[in-house]
């Protein structure tokens, strides 16, 4: 690759354009969905606690959540005209990113996956029409490739663990719960499970590769189409998959060269329309992917392995590696009369946000204090101490306490990202 031509050289933004119409079509599934399926109620307003990623980001009002969740409906169907597309881009991205960043309870990489398209379609498209010949950096388009691979090379690196690789986990427990959903004799052959471990591996090691030569295109884009679409099948009944495929199978039309694009649209018989980043914006796309590819491996710098303890699994494509089969049960205990309390925390969440209670340790230490207010509040207990007995299964094989089951939870500041206050993964 032409480092200074990729710097300095200029593409037709056909190809951006056509994507971002068709990734704004599925996102536009998406956001129905949020809409009539009351997203807003039943996620982020009648939720007893939220998570939030920004310590002191709360949610509107209820009117306001609504007016903010409409304009981001029709700033999604603004993605889809060329007109409107840049700052309906910017606008549905900045709206869609603050839902999420309400609640690390609800948090996905795909939702974050999401965000960063659209930050990256705000700097890459300059103007876009189907009647005019424009030219933009090619650092623009590079910048989305980019972002593909990264996601699943990135993806890919972190399969190689033994977990995945000897265990088989967690490939093998999702077949297992597979099966039980479907009755599926299918999903119980050894042949499957070792199957989808080693192409799962392979799969995101190369596919960016495949797709980024042209001599090998042609079978990186039949990959991607089968590879998610038998995620979609195998997921849509025992995960949290959504559109995520489909958004993945979309990011293909990024890899088809915009000059045969312009050529089947007719544009290259048009006068050119240069428009190119600045030099700021070309340096800046180049500091964002460098940042994408060191973020996701951050856990390297604290102890502990990342997918038990936490530490560094967001933001990281740390997908479908790992499941915990874990038993929460809080205490409250009257340091007064010295009686002890069960809680059902069940009633305190959603059940999505209880389900990555049993992954993310950071959310333990907020519930806890949630409870303690509760216990003043309403019981009338004033000096409290809320304890936890946490029980993990970890990959199936490692059952252990979490961390200490007489800790006063209320007594940990939110401030240790660290989890130094969670136990070391036992190993046989």
Not at 272 to 286: A, D, H, P, S
Not at 354 to 373: G, T, V, W
Not at 391 to 409: H, I, R, T
Request: overall charge positive.
């Amino acid at each position: 690759m032409d480092l200074k031509q990729l710097y300095t050289g200029t593409i037709p933004n056909t190809s951006i354009m056509i994507f971002r119409i068709v990734f704004g079509l599925i996102l536009l599934i998406q956001t129905y969905y949020f809409i009539i399926n009351q997203f807003i109620d039943t996620n982020i307003i009648n939720p007893l606690l939220l998570f939030p990623f920004i310590t002191g980001l709360v949610p509107f009002s209820k009117t306001n959540l609504l007016i903010i969740g409409y304009i981001m409906f029709l700033a999604n169907i603004g993605i889809l005209f060329n007109k409107t597309a840049k700052i309906s881009t910017l606008v549905f991205g900045c709206c869609f990113t603050y839902f999420w960043l309400l609640d690390k309870g609800y948090f996905n990489n795909h939702y974050y996956f999401i965000s960063l398209i659209c930050l990256l379609l705000f700097v890459a498209e300059k103007e876009s029409s189907f009647k005019k010949n424009i030219l933009i950096s090619k650092t623009s388009l590079f910048s989305l490739q980019m972002m593909i691979f990264l996601i699943y090379f990135v993806a890919g690196i972190n399969k190689l663990n033994p977990y995945w690789l000897f265990d088989l986990q967690p490939i093998k427990h999702i077949l297992e719960v597979k099966f039980m959903v479907t009755d599926n004799l299918f999903f119980q052959q050894k042949w499957i499970t070792v199957f989808m471990v080693y192409f799962g591996l392979l799969f995101d090691l190369f596919i960016g590769f495949l797709l980024f030569f042209k001599k090998t295109r042609l079978i990186g884009f039949l990959l991607v189409i089968g590879f998610n679409i038998i995620n979609f099948y195998l997921f849509k009944d025992v995960g949290e998959i959504g559109v995520f495929p489909f958004l993945m199978i979309s990011t293909l039309i990024l890899f088809i060269d915009p000059n045969q694009i312009s050529t089947f649209l007719n544009l290259n018989t048009k006068p050119k329309q240069v428009l190119k980043n600045t030099n700021l914006i070309n340096k800046l796309i180049f500091g964002f992917l460098i940042i994408q590819f060191i973020l996701p491996f951050r856990h390297a710098l604290f102890k502990g392995y990342v997918d038990y303890n936490g530490v560094g699994q967001r933001f990281a494509w740390r997908m479908k590696i790992m499941y915990k089969d874990s038993n929460i049960n809080y205490f409250i205990e009257d340091k007064i009369s010295k009686q002890k309390y069960s809680v059902d925390v069940t009633k305190m969440l959603t059940p999505t946000q209880y389900n990555n209670l049993k992954y993310y340790p950071d959310l333990i230490i907020p519930l806890a204090k949630k409870i303690k207010s509760e216990a003043n509040t309403k019981f009338n207990i004033k000096f409290a101490k809320i304890s936890c007995h946490y029980e993990v299964n970890f990959m199936g094989k490692y059952k252990q306490l979490l961390f200490s089951p007489e800790k006063d939870l209320t007594k940990i500041s939110e401030k240790k990202l660290t989890n130094k206050w969670v136990k070391a993964l036992k190993k046989d």
